[in-house]
C-alpha cells in the first residue's frame, strides 16, 4: 500500500516509520519544506496527516491556527480525492471536546473545544467528514496525550523533576489522567487503515493514570526512590499562582474509547508500565 505522510519528522511521524516502514511504502511531504502545488498524489492509496501547529503554552494565534489545521488540511484533502486518495486518516485531538472534566469523554460525547487550538481541529474534522463518500473515506483519530521515546513538554519536564527531586509535593493526587503510548497510537492507526475503517476513533491506554501514579512509574523504571507527600494548602496555592500547572497536575482528563476498541476489534499491543519503561530507554530493536 502507497501511503502519504505528512509531519514525518515529528514526533509521531519518525516512529511510524520506523515501524511501519517495511509494510508501507511511505512517501514523506512537508508543507514547511515541500511545494505543496508540486505534490502528485497519484498512485497514493492513503493519506496520514500529521502535520499540524500543535497546542502551544504561550499560545498561537487563531488565524495561525486555522492556516496550518484547517486550511492546509482541506487542501490536502481535496488534492488527495481528485487524485484518487481512497482513504484519508486525520490526527485530531480531545481537545476538541474542551478542557479536563470529570466526565470520561467518548467517541459521541457532544464537542465543545475552549481554545483556538481545539476549534481548529474540530473545524477541520467537520469539513473532511463532509468530503467522505463511497471513494473517499475519512478517519478521524483524537488522541490524549502521547507519550514515548524523545517526547517533550509537559511530561518531559515530569521525568526531568523526578530525576532531581527525590521528595515532591504530589501524594495522594487521585485525579485521572488518560494517556496514549506512541506505539498503541500508531498501531491504532495501522489498524484503521488496514481495517479500511472510517469515522471517529478515539485513542488511549488501557490504563488511566493519576499524577502520583504516573510519578510512581517513572520512578519505577528511573531506579529512583522518590517519596510523594501531600502539604497542606500546596493545592490552593498552586491553583492561584500557577492555575495552568494545577490544571496539569489536579485536573482530570479521562477518555473511554469502548467504541473504537469494538469497531476495530483492537487490542493495545503495550501497558502503560512498559510505555513508561520505553518513553525512558526508548525500545528495544
Known sequence: MNILLTGSSGFIGSYFIKKYAEKYNIRRFSFLEDDFHSLDCSGIDGVIHLSALVHQMDGASAKEYEKVNLNQTLELAKKAKVSGVKHFVFMSTVKVYGEETDIAYTENTQCKPQDAYGK????????????EDKNFKVSVIRTPIVYGYGVKANIKSLVNLVQKVSIL???????????????????LVDEVIGQGKSGIFLAGDDEVCSTSRLIELISKHLDKKTTLVKIPLFKSLLKVLKPSYHKRLYGSLEVDNQLTRKRLDLKNPYSVDEGIQYMIYGEKS
Open 120 to 131: 481548529s481541529k474540530l473545524r477541520a474534522e467537520k469539513e473532511l467528514l463532509k468530503m
Open 169 to 187: 509535593p504530589f501524594g495522594e493526587i487521585d485525579n485521572k489522567r488518560s494517556m496514549v503510548y506512541i506505539g498503541n497510537l500508531c498501531h
